[in-house]
């Protein structure tokens, strides 16, 4: 009956060297030389003028919150134009009443001003 696992036990001692063995090569063969410009913060070509915990703006979050629905909406709508033909009218109902529900979401964060940004 274990003779059943043994692939399983090769397949995980397999993996184990395999994501290891670089990780203890690098560890052997780099080189460790420390100095202060290697341990200077870096930020985009030059040094870091405020402190890594600044607040950000509540805007940034809105734009990367509808950045992600209307991400996932066009998700929704590549397996919805597959199947089209298979769901008829009522699939083709169902995700315009879902696609109509985010455009007014949409509306309504471009009338309150959610995306401007000054």
Same mark, same amino acid.
């Given at each position: ?5 043994? =692939? @399983?036990? #090769? ?10 063995? =670089? ?10 030389? =420390? ?5 200077? =913060? ?18 940034? !979050?809105? #734009?990367?919150?509808?950045? @992600? ?19 008829? %009218?009522?699939?083709? #109902? ?13 509306? !309504? ?7 401007? %940004?000054?």
């Amino acid at each position: 009956m274990l003779e059943n696992y043994f =692939p @399983i036990l #090769v397949f995980i001692i397999m993996g184990a060297v395999f994501g290891l063995a =670089p990780l203890a090569m690098a560890y052997m063969a780099a080189p460790n030389r =420390p100095d202060s410009e290697k341990l200077s =913060p870096y930020e985009c070509g030059f040094e870091a003028f405020e402190d890594s915990r600044m607040q950000f703006d509540v805007r940034y !979050y809105v #734009v990367a919150i509808l950045f @992600i629905i209307f991400d996932l909406e066009i998700a929704f709508l590549f397996p919805w134009a597959v199947v089209l033909d298979k769901i008829g %009218w009522f699939g083709f #109902v169902a995700m315009m009443v879902f696609l109509g529900i985010l455009v007014i979401g949409f509306i !309504y964060e471009w009338k309150k001003g959610a995306l401007e %940004w000054e």
